[in-house]
């Protein structure tokens, strides 16, 4: 009866790797594929019959990234100690790379002893991608704000200058670094003029705009 029950418990295992929606794999000590799940299957494109037995790292990691993976699944053979949410990316059988957020974990037999490693992964290219496309939207936001043939300036919630565009430098004297993190009101607005650009750039921070507001500036030189 006992043995009957861990041999359901087992075929319950099995199932539950297979139908995962995530990509599972795992390895031997030797580092060779031992399962392969549906869900690795449809990421990387290799069924599983084309992936057990093969060397999982020299096979399946991008090659700036192998030397990491060795270090996580090492880790995990040598003490049984996992690693989790490391970023281990993964090449398609047509040559795609793939994100995979991974956790590694210690498979261990009956008796105890490690006898191999269990990845259980996220794909988060599209993540990714995402990200990226941000970035260089920023970028190339960052450089059309400094570049612009208009003088342009940021304050944050404080009133501090967090931005200094190249035109607003050349006509007011203050390079960027001379600027950022000073207040903006204190530092370069007239005396007789701050009250009036306090409340400008208070409206502002709720939300309500002002359109063709005279901001008479001090210059570095007076």
């Given at each position: 009866k006992a043995l009957a029950e861990s041999k359901r418990v087992a075929d319950d295992l099995v199932r539950l790797i297979e139908t995962a929606n995530a990509p599972i794999f795992g390895i031997d000590k030797e580092g060779?594929?031992?399962?392969?799940?549906?869900?690795?299957?449809?990421?990387?494109?290799?069924?599983?019959?084309?992936?057990?037995?093969?060397?999982?790292v020299p096979n399946f990691i991008?090659?700036?990234f192998q030397e990491s993976v060795n270090l996580v699944f090492f880790l995990a053979l040598t003490t049984g100690k996992g690693t989790a949410n490391f970023?281990?990316?993964?090449f398609t059988k047509s040559g795609e790379r793939k994100e995979v957020l991974l956790n590694a974990t210690a498979r261990r037999g009956p008796d105890g002893d490690?006898?191999?490693?269990?990845?259980?992964?996220?794909?988060?290219?599209?993540?990714?991608?995402?990200?990226?496309?941000h970035e260089r939207i920023a970028d190339d936001l960052s450089r059309?704000?400094?570049?612009?043939?208009?003088?342009?300036?940021?304050?944050?919630?404080?009133?501090?200058?967090?931005?200094?565009n190249q035109k607003s430098a050349n006509m007011l004297?203050?390079?960027?670094?001379?600027?950022?993190?000073?207040?903006?009101?204190?530092?370069?607005i007239q005396p007789e003029n701050r009250t009036c650009v306090e409340e400008v750039l208070m409206k502002a921070m709720a939300g309500e705009d002002t359109a063709n507001f005279e901001l008479p500036l001090l210059s570095k030189f007076g």
């Open positions: 060779r594929v031992t399962e392969w799940n549906t869900n690795a299957s449809n990421l990387l494109g290799y069924e599983k019959k084309e992936a057990i037995g093969k060397l999982f991008s090659d700036e970023e281990c990316p993964l490690v006898i191999g490693v269990i990845g259980v992964g996220q794909d988060i290219t599209k993540i990714r991608q995402i990200t990226k496309e059309l704000i400094d570049h612009a043939n208009a003088p342009i300036f940021g304050v944050d919630v404080n009133g501090m200058v967090n931005e200094w004297g203050y390079t960027k670094s001379e600027t950022m993190g000073k207040n903006l009101v204190d530092n370069f």
